[in-house]
């Protein structure tokens, strides 16, 4: 079956770089999400990637995706308190079916 | 342009009792999604719509829960009767077409206590 997998917790300096990853069993995905979801609200859409690029950059943002390993990461420049939330790692599969990890929640401390 | 709107935003019921969520897509998305989340999980999809036509709901509890999108536009979430188990947060989202190319775009949920 599907599966999405990511770690449960980063805690990371102001400042900093943060890297949140995420893996994933079933390689026919068309896109690949990352959401945060801030306290009592709902999913934000950060980026996606499409399934056939390696990587894509926005802004402080840059998403790796390595389709061999099924791996997928998130990577934030100069992470800020306003960054603290829970990232989910998405992906869409059979009549694009949008399956999530449980999400990795970010700490970031001055 | 407008996002999906959800009401209520919070619920408090008995169990037992029934209850009813409702989600107004984005519009012009044909594709509209109901999630439940349950508190430090990540969100499960409950069923999929295409249209008013169901696409997915394999994960949907038949027994207790039902859903429709009769005119393809709107949509409610039915609880009858609530479990203690049901105590989530309901998110309803919508994409343009079953590409997914435009992300999906998620409400700010309904927040519903089982007592």
């Known amino acids: 079956g599907e599966d999405v997998e990511q770690s449960l917790f980063l805690s990371v300096r102001e400042g900093d770089s943060s890297v949140i990853n995420c893996t994933y069993t079933?390689?026919?995905?068309?896109?690949l999400y990352w959401y945060k979801q801030e306290p009592g609200a709902g999913l934000q859409l950060l980026t996606y990637?499409?399934?056939?690029?390696d990587m894509k950059q926005d802004q402080r943002l840059t998403v790796l995706l390595n389709k061999k390993d099924k791996h997928l990461s998130l990577r934030i420049a100069d992470t800020q308190t306003g960054d603290s939330a829970i990232y989910f790692c998405g992906k869409s599969g059979g009549y694009n079916k949008l399956i999530f990890g449980a999400g990795t929640r970010l700490a970031v401390h001055p | 342009e407008a996002g999906v709107a959800q009401s209520p935003r919070y619920k408090i019921i008995e169990k037992r009792q029934s209850v009813a969520f409702w989600c107004n897509p984005i519009?012009?998305?044909?594709?509209l999604y109901w999630y439940q989340q349950i508190l430090g999980q990540g969100p499960k999809l409950l069923i999929q719509?295409?249209?008013?036509?169901?696409?997915?709901d394999s994960q949907l509890p038949k027994d207790r829960f039902s859903a429709e999108r009769l005119k393809g536009v709107d949509s409610t979430l039915k609880i009858q009767p609530a479990k203690l188990e049901d105590s989530a947060v309901y998110l309803c989202a919508s994409s343009l077409d079953l590409g997914g190319r435009d992300g999906y775009t998620f409400g700010s949920g309904t927040r519903l206590t089982v007592v």
């Open positions: 519009s012009g998305h044909a594709t």
């Open positions: 719509f295409q249209n008013n036509g169901v696409v997915d």
């Open positions: 079933d390689s026919s995905s068309t896109y």
């Open positions: 990637i499409f399934s056939n690029m």
